[in-house]
């Protein structure tokens, strides 16, 4: 949120270009969805259609991954006895088509019958080990993740190493088709479940309309090819173009 010296600059003034900025007739898609009427859209006309029009918006899109040119490893300290680590790779945004992928590679990853789960259960090292894709329109990351409890302190070097050894498993394909096909239903089964919150569905499509993908997109996500082969392809394109050792981060928290 900011440093207390920050949030002291900010006056009115701030306030009111960021409003003329952001809060505009080219900046604002509305969703609608449920049991409506006719007369409810011409209140919607009527309460905004007098925002102004600003040419500041304009989006770019650049396509082009530059490599990280050093390994980075930031480090900081607090007083628990847990050690938090996580692994970062830039990654596609939500309007590349690779996005779907890299769910797809999460999904592998993580849940009850993941590599990172198994990788937890059997070593007791970790409390909690994962990985999570945030795709957001300009940007896109990818991350691993594990806590580590006061008696496996000295287990960083660990954690990491096997966060590199499943991914390049990953990216060689070593992962049977049974596990594909888990990590596939878990999915579209996460999607459906959400599909049934009518605002997540107004949400979302709204979304991905303001990012100029189109609602259909939302509603058509995760409509995998049927051979299994052409999507293992796929996944392991994806992951030696993002996930490799010029494109991460390392931060660990802890004592």
Not at 71 to 98: E, H, Y
Not at 117 to 138: A, D, H, W
Not at 188 to 197: L, Q, R, V
Not at 238 to 254: C, E, R
Request: with cysteine; hydrophobic share 40%; net charge positive.
């Amino acid at each position: 949120l900011g440093t207390n010296q920050s949030l002291d600059n900010i006056s009115i003034y701030v306030l009111e270009d960021f409003a003329k900025r952001f809060i505009a007739a080219d900046n604002i898609l509305i969703s609608v969805f449920g049991n409506i009427k006719v007369t409810d859209l011409d209140l919607i006309r009527k309460y905004f259609s007098s925002l102004p029009f600003t040419k500041s918006r304009a989006h770019t899109n650049n396509d082009v991954l530059q490599p990280v040119k050093f390994d980075k490893i930031i480090s900081g300290k607090f007083d628990k006895l847990q050690t938090i680590v996580q692994l970062g790779f830039r990654a596609p945004k939500i309007n590349d088509a690779d996005h779907e992928y890299i769910d797809l590679i999460d999904s592998l990853l993580s849940g009850m019958g993941g590599a990172l789960f198994k990788l937890r259960e059997k070593s007791g090292n970790s409390y909690q080990i994962g990985s999570i894709n945030v795709s957001m329109y300009r940007a896109g990351e990818f991350i691993l993740f594990g806590s580590l409890g006061e008696h496996a302190r000295n287990k960083t070097k660990w954690l990491i190493d096997n966060f590199f050894k499943e991914l390049e498993k990953i990216k060689s394909g070593s992962f049977s088709d049974a596990e594909l096909k888990r990590a596939i239903n878990s999915l579209i089964g996460k999607k459906d479940i959400s599909m049934e919150n009518i605002e997540n569905q107004c949400q979302n499509a709204g979304l991905f309309e303001i990012y100029n993908i189109g609602y259909e997109k939302y509603y058509n996500m995760y409509n995998f090819p049927d051979n299994i082969k052409s999507i293992r392809k796929k996944i392991t394109d994806f992951a030696s173009k993002y996930l490799k050792k010029d494109n991460y981060i390392i931060i660990k928290v802890g004592k």
